[in-house]
C-alpha cells in the first residue's frame, strides 16, 4: 500500500527553486520523512531526511508540516542536471525496515 | 556514505541461462538488499540479505529463481536464473548503514534477455 502520494511530474525552470510535494497523512509518530531520486535508470541517490524538523543539506531543504501530514523537498537553485525521478518514502527508522518506493515525481528541468 | 559497486554493470543474455550479479561495499553491512527495476517502473525489493542467515524473500520472488549468497559483511550476489526476456531488468543492490540508519543503492547492473 502506497504510504506517500507525489504529483506524477513537474517542470522547473533552470536557476528557479523546485518546489516537490509529498502528502503522507498517515504517517506514524516513529515514522521518518526520506527523500531520493534517480536520474535516468542510475541506482536512486540519498538526498535528505527528517522527522519533524527542518532538514537542510548541501543537495537541498526538507520542510515537514507541523501536523507532519504533508512535506516539500526544495532544490534552490535546479540545474538540468537535477532532471531525475525524485521519490518520496516514510520509514521506521532503526527497524531493519526497508525502503519501499511508489512512483515518485518526474521533474524536468527547463533551460 | 558507502560506497557500492555492482558487477558486470550491464549484460545482454541469451534466454535460458543464469547470471550472477555481484555487490561489493567498501565498509561492513549487517543488511543488504537487491532490488528489480523493470523497464518504466519502480523499484521492487527482491529480497533481504543479511550475513550467516538464509536471504528472506519478498512476496513473489523465490529462491529458485532468485538465489542470493551473502558470505561476509561486504559482500553479496544474486543470481537470475532460467531467464526469460521478462526478467529484463535493472538488478540494484543497496545497504543500511551509518548512524542514521540510511539506506544507500549501488549503480546497478542492466540485465536484457533476448
Known amino acids: 500500500d502506497a504510504k506517500t502520494t507525489q504529483p506524477p511530474s513537474m517542470d522547473c525552470a533552470e536557476g528557479r527553486a523546485a518546489n516537490l510535494p509529498c502528502n503522507h497523512s498517515?504517517?506514524?509518530?516513529?515514522?521518518?520523512v526520506y527523500w531520493y531520486r534517480q536520474i535516468h535508470s542510475q541506482g536512486p541517490q540519498y538526498i535528505i531526511h527528517?522527522?519533524?524538523n527542518n532538514e537542510t543539506n548541501e543537495m537541498a531543504s526538507l520542510i515537514i508540516t507541523e501536523d507532519r501530514k504533508s512535506s516539500t523537498l526544495i532544490l534552490p537553485h535546479a540545474t538540468l542536471r537535477d532532471t531525475a525521478v525524485y521519490y518520496c518514502i516514510v520509514r521506521v527508522i532503526f527497524g531493519n525496515e526497508k525502503l519501499t518506493f511508489g512512483t515518485g515525481t518526474r521533474l524536468t528541468i527547463i533551460p | 556514505s558507502a560506497v557500492i559497486s555492482q558487477k558486470p554493470s550491464r549484460d545482454i543474455c541469451q534466454r535460458g541461462t543464469s547470471l550472477t550479479i555481484q555487490c561489493q561495499v567498501d565498509s561492513q553491512v549487517t543488511m543488504m538488499f537487491w532490488y528489480r527495476q523493470q523497464p518504466g517502473q519502480s523499484l521492487t525489493l527482491i529480497a533481504t540479505a543479511n550475513q550467516g542467515s538464509e536471504a528472506t524473500y519478498e512476496s513473489g520472488f523465490v529462491i529458485d529463481k532468485f538465489p542470493i549468497s551473502r558470505p561476509n559483511l561486504t559482500f553479496s550476489t544474486l543470481t537470475v536464473s532460467n531467464m526469460s526476456p521478462e526478467d529484463s531488468s535493472i538488478y540494484l543492490c543497496?545497504?543500511?548503514?551509518?548512524?542514521?540508519?540510511?539506506?544507500?543503492f549501488g549503480p546497478g547492473t542492466r540485465l536484457t534477455v533476448l
Open positions: 498517515t504517517i506514524s509518530g516513529n515514522e521518518y
Open positions: 543497496s545497504v543500511l548503514q551509518g548512524e542514521t540508519d540510511t539506506q544507500y
Open positions: 527528517g522527522l519533524k
